[in-house]
């Protein structure tokens, strides 16, 4: 964790996505912190199909557990995928 205060932590996306993590341990920030602050996410394709299976884990996870993600990116949202 970069930054954490009173429950609120902030990753960037390399600290996330392009690291072996996987849902278990996307899990358990989901069950740490009610609000993700996830910095420099990058636009992605299917070249990088791995950091974006992760990504998708991770917002998964968050969403199910009801934790907020609040996000910086490279490009407007609905232009992350493409």
Known sequence: VRLMVHHVAR????DLCDVPLGAAD????ARRFHTVV???VPAMTLSNRTQVRRFITLVDNL???RVKLVMSCEVPV???FS
């Open 38 to 40: 996830l910095s420099d």
């Open 26 to 29: 996307y899990l358990e920030i």
């Open 11 to 14: 990753f960037t996306f390399q």
């Open 63 to 65: 969403y199910d557990h």
């Open 78 to 80: 609905e232009k992350l």
